[in-house]
């Protein structure tokens, strides 16, 4: 038999080559600056996170260990060494809030997503898989989901269940898994066409089997773009619910609600508001830019 | 089935595959929007009434033109679409109706090659995953016995057993439609489709791939299903040849009566297309046949060749010519082949270059182009 076409260059072995393959991802990843910047923010926002109890100066005043504290003599201190983002109208240091706000949003962030993502792409593989009468009624009542406007929807189950904390990632999951489902559903619908599909099909592999094994993998990569990029948009909305007051409620420190508190204050108090609205901008902008990076990095390895 | 231990070796009469009536048509403007506005679906025939049958150990060579249902009969008898009409017998059993164990059995016993070898492996699996998946599903072989069977795959199809742990997108076409063969091997198949399986490689890898699925077939006595458009890969590959167009087979027989002695005006034609590099062809005007193949959508009355068949007359308009045999196990569907029907009466269509008599085997199909 003909072996010229067999690979003889030498074999540097399986570990060698992976580890080629990721230097070529990373590198990949590298091409593009702001993604760089984008993973930098996040990680500097995840690090706050953990740690906000060590970095915050006054801990409490975030109510941390539920042991909240009002100093009302320090109210409306403007910016200074002692008090980075000054204080507010209860004289609580906004920095050390701005702080513990991190760990809020990167919560409703994760837990949103998380809930959107498994249900929307069970939903979409179900329906993309299946096709005909269940595909279409899945997809017909994924579609009056979107067309409601999402904040409006958000609002609405908010005001519903009482605005707290849990019910805001309760809403904005039930506004967000339809688009999971939009996504899935349209990949789903181009790589059960292939080939290697309608392979293991012929080789005996039962439905469920080729959900899982042929079809799940290689959907996935724009799955895991759009909840990069999402995780921002997640995280505004949340924002703007708190703002609006159907969100966290006062004195929780979440980024939204203070815009909003802050709000009353302008222009004289500007930096009440100012701040946390730019730690908003600020991990928004981050998780932009790493998803940016993220889909680059896909484009280029799934053809 | 029973319990009997020699399962294996099930008394069927007739041919190992035996395809009958054969039947996929596809249908368009069958919404349920369609079916509010009152519009009729419409039936595209594929597969229009296919019958032929593979014997165990034969290749059986399916050609015709692009969009003739080639490859739809292929995936649909072995069940990997559903047809709309007819049957295919494996080993004696209706492939359609079988359930349980024997469906299992015959995923195992009857296996596809496809065309095109970078959209028939799955991106995100190594080489070995792909090549044992079967073996997984049919939990015929685990752990270390699977690597083992993997292996001796990858290098029984002329790959090194190194490349088990590689990904497809760091082969050639060449080398992934071996890893094709490899997966179609696994399950110790009897009868292999192969579905156009060298038609997207390079000339020079097509002789290599050829080569090995001969070499393959004698050492596991596999029966082959080859489906093709290149008559000179059928020519060398093929025992038996069916000739197929618009949906339907148009002639059956044996590689060497069909090669020379083609007996449907269509099979002429097909072979007077085939460019030759020889100095008695100087001069041959090339044969080509006139119009495009009619939509399957709204296939022409009739006799399906008769749009386009210089030898068409009246008679083929009006009614499906029947397979005539015409010697040995080589049937036709034509009615030239008939000296006493009532076609030789009827007048030649206005398209038809010749009158009818006398036309030799395999020529003046080409000379209407004046």
């Not at chain 2, 192969?194 to 038609?199: A, F, N, T």
């Not at chain 2, 299903?225 to 027989?253: C, P, Q, W």
């Not at chain 2, 010519?321 to 000296?339: I, K, L, N």
């Not at chain 2, 009158?355 to 080409?366: D, N, P």
Request: proline share 6%.
């Amino acid at each position: 038999m003909s072996n010229s076409e067999t690979v003889t260059a030498d074999d540097p072995g399986v570990l060698e080559r992976r580890r080629e393959d990721l230097n070529r991802v990373v590198y990949r990843f590298k091409q593009n600056p702001m993604s760089i910047l984008g993973l930098c923010i996040i990680f500097g926002f995840v690090f706050i996170a953990i740690f906000a109890p060590y970095i915050a100066p006054y801990p409490n005043d975030a109510g941390y260990q539920n042991q909240p504290a009002v100093h009302f003599d320090q109210k409306f201190e403007s910016p200074s060494a002692e008090h980075l983002f000054g204080t507010d109208q209860a004289g609580r240091d906004i920095f050390s809030r701005v702080l513990f706000g991190t760990r809020l949003s990167l919560r409703i962030g994760v837990v949103v997503l998380a809930a959107a993502v498994s249900i929307g792409v069970p939903v979409g593989l179900v329906a993309g898989y299946l096709g005909g009468g269940v595909g279409m009624a899945l997809m017909r009542i994924t579609d009056v989901f979107l067309s409601v406007p999402p904040l409006v929807l958000a609002l609405a189950v908010s005001v519903a269940l009482e605005p707290n904390l849990t019910n805001v990632m309760l809403a904005i999951a039930a506004v967000w898994w339809p688009w999971y489902a939009r996504l899935t559903y349209g990949e789903v619908l181009s790589v059960k066409e292939e080939t290697y599909v309608e392979a293991s099909r012929g080789i005996g592999a039962t439905s469920t089997r080729t959900i899982f094994r042929e079809i799940l993998p290689n959907v996935l990569a724009p799955i895991t773009v759009k909840m990069s990029l999402d995780m921002g948009y997640a995280i505004l909305v949340a924002a703007s619910l708190g703002f609006l007051g159907l969100g966290a409620q006062p004195p929780t420190p979440e980024w939204g609600t203070m815009v909003s508190q802050g709000r009353d204050y302008m222009p004289a108090q500007w930096w009440y508001s100012t701040f946390p609205g730019l730690a908003i901008f600020l991990i928004v902008l981050g998780f932009n830019f790493l998803g940016d990076g993220l889909r680059d990095m896909f484009d280029v390895e799934v053809q | 089935m029973s319990f009997d231990v020699e399962t294996d070796e099930v008394e069927y009469e007739g041919s190992l595959v035996e395809v009958e009536d054969l039947e996929k048509y596809y249908y368009e403007n069958d919404t349920l929007f369609d079916r509010v506005l009152g519009r009729e679906p419409t039936a595209v025939r594929a597969v229009d009434g296919v019958s032929f049958e593979v014997q165990e150990g034969e290749t059986l060579g399916l050609v015709g033109e692009s969009g003739c249902g080639k490859s739809t009969t292929s995936e649909t008898l072995l069940g990997l679409r559903e047809a709309t009409g007819g049957s295919v017998r494996f080993k004696g059993r209706d492939v359609f109706r079988m359930t349980g164990s024997e469906r299992t059995e015959f995923r195992q016993d009857a296996q596809i090659v496809f065309q095109d070898p970078f959209s028939s492996l799955d991106p995100r699996m190594t080489v070995g995953e792909i090549v044992t998946e079967g073996l997984r599903i049919h939990g015929l072989a685990g752990g270390e016995e699977r690597t083992e069977r993997a292996k001796d795959l990858l290098e029984r199809v002329g790959l090194s057993a190194r490349h088990a742990d590689r990904y497809p997108h760091e082969f050639s076409g060449g080398q992934r439609q071996r890893i094709g063969i490899a997966r179609a091997l696994a399950l110790d198949p009897e009868f292999v489709v192969l579905d156009e399986p060298v038609s997207a490689l390079d000339v020079s890898v097509q002789a290599q791939v050829l080569n090995l699925l001969e070499d393959l077939q004698e050492e596991f006595g596999l029966t082959y299903l080859f489906v093709a458009h290149d008559l000179s890969v059928v020519r060398h590959i093929s025992d038996r040849v069916a000739v197929m167009y618009l949906g339907k087979v148009v002639e059956t027989g044996p590689v060497d009566e069909i090669f020379e002695n083609p007996q449907h005006p269509y099979t002429q034609a097909l072979l007077d297309s085939v460019p030759r590099a020889s100095v008695e062809e100087y001069g041959r005007r090339g044969g080509t046949l006139e119009g495009d193949v009619p939509s399957p959508r709204n296939p022409p009355p009739g006799c399906r060749f008769h749009t386009r068949c210089p030898h068409a007359r009246d008679a083929c308009t009006k009614e499906l010519p029947p397979d005539y045999d015409t010697g040995e196990r080589h049937e036709a569907a034509c009615f030239r082949v008939d000296a006493d029907h009532e076609y030789w009466e009827s007048e030649p269509l206005p398209h038809a270059s010749e009158t009818g008599e006398g036309t030799s085997v395999g020529g003046g199909i080409a000379d209407s182009s004046d």
